[in-house]
């Protein structure tokens, strides 16, 4: 009997020393597990959640165009091979969503390729072409997009994979340097193909403000999407285009399209780049200086969401830049390349 009780006692008193160890506390998953304390995750400065509100900005169209010497059965089948699978192209990248058949052939500036406009006859949209074009022999095509932190790079591979592996056009996407770069590559015959800013497009077919010359070797192929103009910040002071003044602000590669969006958008808001303490960066190279610090702000033009902001957001808090209703009527009266645009809250 007592051997009995002095195990007993044994197993109560270890039964205790367990409890008092951890066996009842406060993280408790029921489980088996236990939840970390709130200090254990990483710190809350050192991630951004989206986006909390919609941003009210303006937006130019994204438009891949052709050399007038690619042959129309060529660009007729990247179009059609396109358009007739959005679905599938949409779910290896959102943008795919974004494709319509009414806004890709609404572009005026320029005629279109007659391949494209082949297509589009076919689907009851008549669209200008582009005479003496579309002559050339069939042949493997370079489509130039945009940098590496970049919608245009991301999107445009996709597209040339899923056209060279469902027609019989073989495209390769390769790194650009923009639209205006986009252009002098197409105009030298080192690319055939090339996404492009509607703006930018039109300066270089009129010769105007990027270009000192006409460069007219080229035709449209369709517009895919629209491009907003993204201002760019961590400081949450920054609320409009106004309280950029005297702050440090990346305006895009000198003399590229972005160059020009941020000083139409400054322009509005009766800003000059005197303004401001003016950098010249490229996506990637303003999201790294965002994060360190060195600057208080960025113009990014592509269509959202942008790898570069989606990658500043993940290290900290960042916040986009809104235009007001008055800045936006007096900018889209002043210039026919620019459409107002809300980017949704929750797209970063």
């Known amino acids: 009997m007592k051997k009995t009780f002095s195990l ?4 109560l008193m270890l039964a205790m020393l367990l409890s008092a160890c951890g066996g009842d506390n406060n993280n408790s998953t029921g489980a088996g597990g236990t939840t970390p304390p709130a200090d254990a995750s990483a710190p809350a400065d050192s991630g951004a959640s989206a986006i909390a509100e919609d941003t009210n900005t303006v937006a130019v169209g994204a438009v891949v165009i052709a050399r007038d010497d690619v042959s129309e059965d060529d660009v007729y089948n990247f179009v059609s091979t396109i358009f007739e699978n959005i679905d599938t192209i949409t779910e290896q990248h959102a943008k795919g969503g974004e494709l319509d058949l009414a806004f890709a052939s609404s572009v005026t500036s320029v ?7 082949k297509y589009f006859k076919e689907k009851g949209i008549d669209v200008a ?11 493997s095509l370079t489509f130039t997009t945009g940098g590496s932190t970049g919608t245009y790079y ?3 591979g996709v597209l040339a994979s899923y056209v060279s592996s469902n027609s019989g056009v073989s495209v390769t996407a390769v790194e650009g340097n923009g639209s205006q770069a986009n252009v002098e590559d197409l105009t030298a015959g080192d690319v055939q193909l090339a996404f492009v800013q509607s703006d930018v497009m039109s ?11 006409k460069i007219d070797n080229f035709s449209v192929v369709a517009a895919l999407y629209m491009e907003q103009v993204q201002i ?24 590229s399209g972005v160059y020009f969006n941020a000083i139409d958008v400054l322009g509005a808001y009766g800003l000059t780049e005197d303004d401001i303490s003016p950098v010249f960066q490229n996506f990637g190279d303003s999201a790294d200086n965002l994060k360190d610090g060195k600057i208080d702000a960025a113009f990014i033009v592509a269509g959202a969401p942008t790898p570069a902001i989606s990658d500043l957001a993940l290290s900290k808090p960042t916040y986009l830049v809104g235009l007001d209703e008055e800045h936006t009527n007096a900018l889209l009266e002043s210039s026919p390349f620019y459409s107002a645009y809300t980017i949704p809250a929750g797209t970063y």
């Open 232 to 255: 760019a910040t961590t400081n949450p002071d920054i609320k409009s285009v106004a309280d950029l003044a005297g702050k440090i602000v990346s305006i895009g590669v000198s003399g």
């Open 154 to 156: 991301a999107f445009g």
């Open 129 to 139: 072409v582009k005479d003496g074009a579309g002559t050339g022999e069939s042949k």
């Open 203 to 213: 300066y270089a077919y009129n010769g105007e403000r990027l270009f000192d010359n």
């Open 8 to 11: 007993l006692m044994a197993i």
């Open 111 to 117: 005629p279109y390729h007659p391949g494209a406009a």
